[in-house]
Each structure stands twice: as structure tokens, then as C-alpha cells.
């Protein structure tokens, strides 16, 4: 399967909806519901999706098996922080500069700090195999004016991704206290990293022995450091794994770009491992 969207959300989506159709054409009857949520909404945040759905009473779920890798199951994953930063300085005429306060210039020592921040981010490396280091992207810079002059105003954007074991909290005051630069930040996206607990663990290992009758060996328990809507299921309570049709090397596999590529083997191996797992889940609790 090749395509845009074809590793982030059309395999796992095409293995969840034919594995509904497996237990659907060998009359199986499962004892529960089992609810197939489809949004297109992972660029924003999730907010007009899952979110939408767990904040309005929309849906109430006993567990969730969100996308993921087909032959590995994760329980845990990075949040995400998203800060818009405004600046402002005070404008003047290039012929003098000294008259006016500099936008750029203080965006641009904030800019130092936040790459020299995220140089020491790079080892704090993560035990839980899969989640890596907390990263910090600055997402865009935007400042300068039309008429020239110095610039009174610039925008950032800051994507910060938050492992499970660090404080968000922490995490959002050690950017937003940023000596010598004056600015307004707005937190714009905050979804909490997603740690494993007892409460998800008989998902997991009903996933991971399919994973084990079909491989012949116990494939890996590990985490993700991508956006997925699992967070938002998780955040509300809800015992929650990544498990579906995609690649163990998401960059090699091209994720978000023109040219995704998805094995079909593996679109086939989660499909039958979702069908049993899922049967097996809701018939034996």
C-alpha cells in the first residue's frame, strides 16, 4: 500500500474495518459493541475528533486499541505541547534603530536559549524502547514589517514532545520563563504523554500472545513518539494500547510524506490479529 497517509492512519484503518468484516462473515458474536472511530483530524491536535467525542459523551469505551506497529504492541507514548510565543518590541525607522525596540532580535535570543534547551533534551533518552528523547521543534518564525524598519512584532511556534516520565507542568514553565525577552505564550495544543498501567495490561497481552501464535516469538513491548488519537482515550481513563497495520521503521517507511509505504504482510498479519484478539477480549470478559 503506497500513499500519503498510508503508514499514519489508511492501513491501520483498513485493517481494523476487515478485521470487523472477518468476525462479521464467520457469524461471530461477540459479547459487547465494538465501535470503529475514524478521524481525520491529527494535524489540529485531535480537538474535532477523539477529543471532540470523549469531551462531549459522545462514546464511553471499556478499552481501545488504537493504530500502531504489526509486530509490536505499545503501551505508552510522548505528549505533546504546542506554545505560540508573541513578541513585541516597539517599531522605527531603519535610520534609527535606536529609537525603537527590536521584535526580531529578541525572538532571536529566545531562539539561542530554545535550540541550546533542546541540545541538552538530546540525552535524556527514554529506557522504554520506541519513545526516544524529548524533542523541541520550532514549528515557524514569522516577523518583520512590510514598511520596513524594525520590526515591533514576531511569532514563534514551539512543538515540545513530553516523555511519561517527565512533568508537564515542568516541562511548560522551563519555556515559558525565559530571562530578558518579553513575550506573551499561549499553550495551543497540550495532549499528556501516555504511560502503561495495570489497567491496559490485559489488552497487551491478549494482542502480544496473537503476535506470539503467529510469529513463533514474543515480539516487543514498546512505545511510540508520534501523534496518535490513543492519547485522548487514555487521558479520559480508558485502558489503551497501539496496535495495527504499520512499519517497526516509521522514517524508513516514509510516514507523512508523498510516498508512504505499508508491507501488505503486515496489513494481513494485524488484520487477523485484531479479528482474534478481539474476539478473544470480548468474549472472555
Known amino acids: 500500500m503506497i500513499g500519503s497517509g498510508a503508514v499514519s492512519g489508511k492501513g491501520h484503518l483498513a485493517a481494523q474495518a476487515f478485521a470487523i468484516l472477518a468476525l462479521a462473515d464467520i457469524g461471530a458474536r461477540p459479547k459487547g459493541t465494538i465501535e470503529l472511530h475514524v478521524s481525520f483530524d491529527g494535524d489540529s491536535g485531535g480537538g474535532h475528533g477523539a477529543k471532540w467525542l470523549l469531551s462531549e459523551k459522545i462514546v464511553k469505551l471499556d478499552m481501545v486499541i488504537a493504530g500502531g506497529s504489526a509486530r509490536a504492541v505499545a503501551t505508552q507514548s510522548t505528549g505533546t505541547l504546542v506554545l505560540d510565543v508573541d513578541v513585541r518590541g516597539a517599531a522605527a525607522p531603519a535610520y534609527a534603530p535606536s529609537a525603537g525596540h527590536d521584535a526580531m532580535e529578541a525572538a532571536n535570543q529566545a531562539l ?129 494500547i497501539m496496535y495495527g497495520a504499520g512499519p517497526m521503521d516509521l522514517v524508513k517507511a516514509g510516514m507523512h510524506g508523498k510516498d508512504e509505504s505499508l508491507k501488505l504482510d503486515d496489513l494481513r498479519l494485524a488484520t487477523e490479529v485484531l479479528a482474534c484478539s478481539t474476539l478473544k477480549l470480548l468474549n472472555d470478559t
Open 112 to 240: 539561542t536559549r530554545l535550540y541550546q534547551f533542546w541540545s541538552a533534551l538530546k540525552s535524556k533518552t527514554s529506557d522504554i524502547t520506541g519513545l526516544g528523547a524529548p524533542s523541541l521543534t520550532i514549528e515557524h518564525v514569522l516577523a518583520g514589517r512590510k514598511g520596513g524598519g524594525v520590526p515591533d512584532h514576531a511569532t514563534l511556534r514551539i512543538d515540545r514532545r513530553i516523555l511519561p516520565a517527565e512533568d508537564a507542568a515542568q516541562v511548560e514553565k522551563q519555556l515559558t520563563k525565559m530571562p530578558g525577552t518579553r513575550c506573551r505564550i499561549r499553550r495551543s495544543v497540550f495532549i499528556p504523554a501516555m504511560a502503561a498501567g495495570e489497567a491496559s495490561d490485559l489488552l497487551r497481552d491478549v494482542v502480544a500472545d496473537q503476535l506470539l501464535q503467529r510469529l513463533g516469538e514474543d515480539m516487543p513491548i514498546t512505545g511510540v513518539a508520534y501523534d496518535h488519537e490513543g492519547r485522548h482515550y487514555a487521558a479520559h481513563g480508558i485502558p489503551t
